[in-house]
């Protein structure tokens, strides 16, 4: 790497940096939501099937 790379390195930083941060931070907000959203079908698959038996 020479002294004329630095430029462009900052200039490539500069353009995608920040979308690629807000893209990182995205991400983590909806994996916690994917999770939660995973929780709640588990649980409604449980209550689909005890409503399934009890009137089978």
């Not at 020479?2 to 931070?25: M, S």
């Amino acid at each position: 790497m020479n002294a004329l790379d630095v430029p462009v390195w900052t200039a490539i930083l500069g353009n995608f940096g920040f979308p690629i941060a807000i893209t990182v931070y995205l991400f983590y907000r909806f994996e916690k939501k994917i999770e939660n959203l995973e929780v709640v079908i588990f649980e409604l698959n449980e209550v689909i099937k005890d409503s399934y038996h009890k009137f089978s």
